[in-house]
């Protein structure tokens, strides 16, 4: 079994919820306390073991690859000023560790999945959408990894949400459970009210094997017009063994502002320096 050394990131969506906030500012660079959601991202993937983020980027996206470059003005400034840089270790990786590929056209996560088909080649990859904030320990992708070196095929992270939701998400046909493991028998993605499979959704954590590359070559286009990596996936149902695992932890979708309001408060009552603070300022509301 090939292990897990690549990642995918898609990056390149027009992040219009959160308009104009996101007009000349990536989605992705938004801010959940004092970490941009890329970097909570590529975190959970570096701990999770990969060793080659590959990001899929658009135009105006540049913030992205400057925040994993060196910045040496400021790094000299904060030296000539007897400042710690220890805040941005979590920026630094060996040069060819960060890589990135254009998505020319915002044509669905299929798509942007599939532009990086040439770096990825010809092993399994995850896949790990940043605007999803996973919070846990061990945290999502190494769970799912963990799963992955016992089982192998692809392995996806799931997650329940109530049943009038579903039609919001990549929703998984259940086959046999075993504990948090699920084995699936189809996927839909945004199905229609009333007609999901189950309320076991798709909440943006993925490792897939790379014949899904080949699946998203034929570019067929599926809900909302969108080339959608949950339709490429159903694809391989059968011919690969393919799993759920519920995520054990706590996911905030940043990509919406209730969710993106939520994560930060959640975040920062769990760090000490800013805990009693908020908690006092919460009570008092
Ligand atoms: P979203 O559905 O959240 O879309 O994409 P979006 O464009 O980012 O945001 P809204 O809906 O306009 O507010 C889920 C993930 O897939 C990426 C996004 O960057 C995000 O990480 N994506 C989506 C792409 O990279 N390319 C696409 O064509 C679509």
New binding site residues.
Partial sequence: MKPVRKAVF?????????LPATKAIP??MLTVVDRPLIQYAVDEAREAGIEQMIF?T?RGKGALEDHFDISYELEATMRGRGKSLEPLEPTRFPPGAIVSVR?QE????G??VWCARDIVGDEPFAVL???EVMVGQPNCLRQLVDVYERIGGNVVATLEVPPEETHRYGVVDPGKRDGNLTEIRGLVEKPAQGTAPSNLMLPGRYILQPEVMQVLDRKEKGAGG?IQLTDAMAQLIGTQPFHGVTFDGARHDC?EKVGFVIANLALSLQREDMAPAIRAYLANL
Avoid: I, Y
């Fill in positions: 898609p990056v390149a969506g027009l992040g219009t919820r959160f989605k992705e899929v658009g998505q915002p044509l669905g996560l798509h942007a959408l940043p605007d969108e990509g």
